[in-house]
Every structure is written in structure tokens, then in C-alpha cells.
């Protein structure tokens, strides 16, 4: 298998995207469970066009097939995909304040080219959580420990560590749409259904005073690159929940550009441990 990624990676992203589409309807076609999440994801958003469910699993291809590129090229070559770049002075303005700044990519576009290219700008340290194929975690590890960029596991030693960098005036990456675990969370809601959301970027941004920046890498056309997106997190509504915010956030980063947004994720799945929402609980 990495003798495979290694050829994978070796492709020009034209050549990845369109395999990679292919790909996206031979599992899609395969596995009943994820045509089920996609189905009941997409319309719970309200999204019900074929043509979106179409785009959305040719997506979820590219997404899988570009991951050797990101990860195997140098970091100098995998940040140069990023071939445009909107709302960079955030970032800067947000590290200019000198409490660090929280960097949030959900499961949207090539969240791992994100990372690539802030790092080439600036240092950041990202969690990550391990994969379920044990095989693919050396290969996400290589790609994510580079020069300016740190890899830290979901535990109490990530957190200080990413609690250490922001308070030395760095940046923290976090995927803020992944499910955590038991303790870790709390239910509000997320495209009109509840969602176990994690406590993480609230408990960061309240003991640092650290900006808090939404952000994703829009995949282009016909493999021309990536378009990397950033902006604020929105304000606040009077009585909202930081999680609730959180969410309101990435759904809007989302409508920006639903057909890359990773809907056959279980997202509203209850881990182990946790009690089930009750009714009404959002």
C-alpha cells in the first residue's frame, strides 16, 4: 500500500481529481452505510438537489485520492497547489495581537493543504486524531510533522501543548467539526440537528484570549489547485452557546461551498460513553 500512495503522489492533480471522482462513485455504489449518512446529512441541511448529491460524491473522491499528494511531496510543493488566497489578513491581523490564533477547518475542501500552506507563512501545531486504518497514521504523521508544523494527539499533552503555543504567540489548527469524546462535548445544534460539538475551541480561546479564524482550501476546477478561504468566526447572538456559535460558523463556511463538504461523515453519531440528546436539545 505505500508503494501505492508513493505512485499516487507522484501524479499531477488533474490526473488525482479525476480518478478520484471515479472512486467517489465506486464506494459510494459499495457501501450502503455511507449512502445513508450522505442522504440523511444533505437533507437534514436542506439540500435535495441530484446534481449536488452528484458533486458531493465525486468530492469525497478527490478528497481521498489528492491525500498522498498533500502528504508525501515536500511541504513546499504541497503548499504551492494553494494557487489563490482570500482573507489572509486575518490571519496576520490576528497574530499581530500577539495571543496567538485559533485556525478552524472542518471537513471541507483540502483541509490538509490548509495546514501546508499556513505553515510555509507561519508555525502552527495541529491535532489530529489517529485513523481507523492503523497503516495510513505514519504516512498522516509524516505529512503532518514538518518544518513549522507540529502534530499532537487528542489528550491532555496535545492540549498543553497547544495552549503553549498560543500563549507564546503561535497557531493552533483544530477540525472543529469532528465528533469528540465523552466529557468532551456538548449537544447543540448543527444543520437543524443535534450535534455532540466539541468543548475544545471555547475552553482555548476563553484561558487565551486568542482570535478564533474559520477557514478552508476550495478545491478548483479541473485540478488547477486549491483556493484558500479565511474569515472571522461570526459574533456572538445574545444567549448563544460558544458551541452553538462554533456551529453557526461552519455552517456558514459550508453553504459557501456545499458539494466539498464532507456530508457522509457521521457526524451526529453519539460516541461511546455519551447520553443521547434528549428531545428538543439543541
Known sequence: M????????????????????????????????????????????????????????????KGALELPAI???SQEEAARLVVEVEGWEQVESALAQGRGAIMLTP???????????????????????????????PLMLRGRTRESMKSVPPDLSGIRAMMRALREGGAVGILPDQVPGVG???????????????TLVGRLAEKT??????????RLARGRGYRVQVLPLPEPLPGE???????RGIEALVRRCPAQYLWA??????????????????
Not at 462513485?25 to 439540500?47: F, H, M, T
Request: charged share 20%.
Open 265 to 282: 461523515y457521521n457526524r451526529y453519531k453519539v460516541p461511546a460513553g455519551v447520553a443521547p440528546p434528549v428531545r428538543g436539545e439543541a
Open 107 to 137: 471537513h471541507l475542501g483540502c483541509w490538509e493543504v490548509s495546514a501546508q500552506y499556513f505553515s510555509r507563512h507561519h508555525p502552527i501545531t495541529v491535532l489530529y486524531s489517529p485513523p481507523k486504518m492503523g497503516f495510513i497514521e
Open 209 to 218: 484570549g486568542a482570535p478564533v479564524l474559520l477557514g478552508f482550501a476550495e
Open 241 to 247: 452557546s460558544a458551541q452553538r456559535r462554533l456551529n
Open 2 to 61: 505505500p508503494i501505492l500512495l508513493k505512485a499516487l503522489a507522484a501524479l499531477p492533480l488533474p490526473i488525482l481529481h479525476a480518478v478520484g471522482a471515479m472512486v467517489g462513485w465506486l464506494v459510494y455504489l459499495g457501501s450502503p452505510r455511507l449512502r445513508k449518512y450522505l442522504g440523511e446529512n444533505l437533507a437534514a441541511a436542506g439540500y435535495r438537489d441530484r446534481a449536488l448529491l452528484r458533486a458531493c460524491i465525486a468530492e469525497m473522491g
Open 184 to 198: 468532551e462535548g456538548e449537544w447543540t445544534e448543527f444543520f437543524g440537528r443535534p450535534a455532540y460539538t466539541m
Open 71 to 73: 502528504w508525501l511531496r
